[in-house]
């Protein structure tokens, strides 16, 4: 089946460092993916939708100088987290869905835990 | 813009007992409805969805839930539940819009199935 891929899986970063975290779609084109994040023992917050081609769209309250997205190709999005802090330190999952299909097939990735210390 | 409501946070059921979990979304046009299983430490498993058709929708692991469109509930059960099936149970919605669309999560209820 369709499957989508995050790298790395798990990262530790120093504070004030930038991590970048990829989602990539192997065996189907996704012209938007989804960030979402998802703090310990609680449900996901959608982040921002990744538009291939064009600036991402950030949910209310999400920095976009500081969770930068970019989705360069139709099977690639990143998210890049920039001058992270300890409060940055979470799960972030994204998903994407087969360009020209209805909205009700999603392909969520493994997911990437970042810890910043 | 739409909203999940899972009203149970923590169940805890012994093997064998049925699970009924609440999910109730709001949104004003059609929508797509999905259950999300998380075990502990892994990612997400989709369970089941319901875009259209019979409102009555069959998963894996032996789950079902139901689209109540006058309720606006799409309640997740099984009939006897299994020490495996501890983990975390997300609802969520998206419009049927024809498009990639974004999700919208509930809270998340907890289950717990004592041997």
């Known amino acids: 089946g369709a499957v989508v891929s995050q790298h790395p899986s798990r990262v530790i970063c120093k504070s004030g460092t930038s991590v970048k975290i990829e989602c990539r779609s192997l065996d189907f084109q996704a012209t938007t993916m989804f960030w979402y994040r998802q703090f310990p023992k609680k449900s996901l917050m959608l982040m921002a939708t990744?538009?291939?081609?064009?600036?991402?769209?950030?949910e209310q309250g999400v920095e976009k100088d500081k969770f930068l997205i970019n989705h360069a190709s139709l099977t690639l999005s990143t998210l890049t987290v920039t001058s992270a802090h300890p409060e940055d330190s979470s799960f972030y999952i994204c998903?994407?869905?087969?360009?020209?299909?209805?909205?009700?097939?999603?392909?969520f990735g493994e997911g990437s835990w970042l810890t910043v210390v | 813009a739409q909203s999940v409501s899972q009203h149970n946070h923590h169940v805890i059921l012994s093997e064998a007992a049925s699970l009924e979990l609440g999910c109730n979304y709001s949104?004003?046009?059609?929508?797509?409805l999905f259950w999300y299983v998380q075990y502990p430490g892994q990612h997400l498993q989709l369970l089941l969805k319901y875009f259209s058709g019979d409102p009555l929708v069959k998963g894996i692991k032996g789950f079902e839930a139901e689209f109540i469109k006058s309720k606006f509930s799409f309640n997740l059960r099984k009939p006897s539940v299994q020490w495996s099936d501890t983990a975390e149970y997300f609802c969520?919605?998206?419009?049927?819009?024809?498009?990639?669309?974004?999700?919208?999560f509930g809270t998340g209820t907890r289950l717990q199935v004592t041997l």
């Open positions: 990744s538009n291939e081609g064009s600036k991402a769209t950030y």
């Open positions: 969520a919605v998206n419009p049927n819009t024809g498009t990639a669309s974004k999700l919208t």
């Open positions: 998903s994407a869905s087969p360009a020209g299909s209805s909205g009700n097939t999603i392909y």
């Open positions: 949104y004003g046009g059609t929508v797509n």
